[in-house]
Nanobody, 120 residues
Framework: QVQLVESGGGLVQPGESLRLSCAAS????????MSWYRQTPGKERELIAA???????SYAESVKGRFTISRNGSKNTVDLQMDSLQPDDTAVYYC??????????????WGKGTLVTVSS
């Protein structure tokens, strides 16, 4: 059994920063990729940042230059530093990871989500 638990959401004003954290626990043998998605009502869940086991990161154009994803392989955690937040960044943010519990193949796991609200 694997669990992903997010923390760090909240209410901030435009231009401010927020840091989200996600920790994987349980029978984790290997983590192939950790990523952050976000979703607003009526829209599909959007991939905004991902980091693979080798450390290479990628970002959606909408957050490139403002958000930074970082991973701690020894702690099975991934953070998302969000700077220069704007009202359009308001969403529920979800942690995702492709995790192997056997060493043979990975499966997708999701956190329950954390709400980020950017408003003056």
């Amino acid at each position: 059994q694997v669990q992903l638990v997010e923390s760090g959401g909240g209410l901030v004003q435009p231009g401010e920063s927020l840091r989200l954290s996600c920790a994987a626990s349980g029978n984790v043998v290997a983590i192939y990729v950790m990523s952050w998605y976000r979703q607003t009502p009526g829209k599909e869940r959007e991939l905004i940042a991902a980091v693979v086991s080798g450390g290479s990161a990628s970002y959606a154009e909408s957050v490139k230059g403002r958000f930074t994803i970082s991973r701690n392989g020894s702690k099975n955690t991934v953070d998302l530093q969000m700077d220069s937040l704007q009202p359009d960044d308001t969403a529920v943010y979800y942690c995702h990871a492709a995790i192997s519990t056997t060493g043979l193949y990975g499966m997708d796991y999701w956190g329950k989500g954390t709400l980020v609200t950017v408003s003056s």
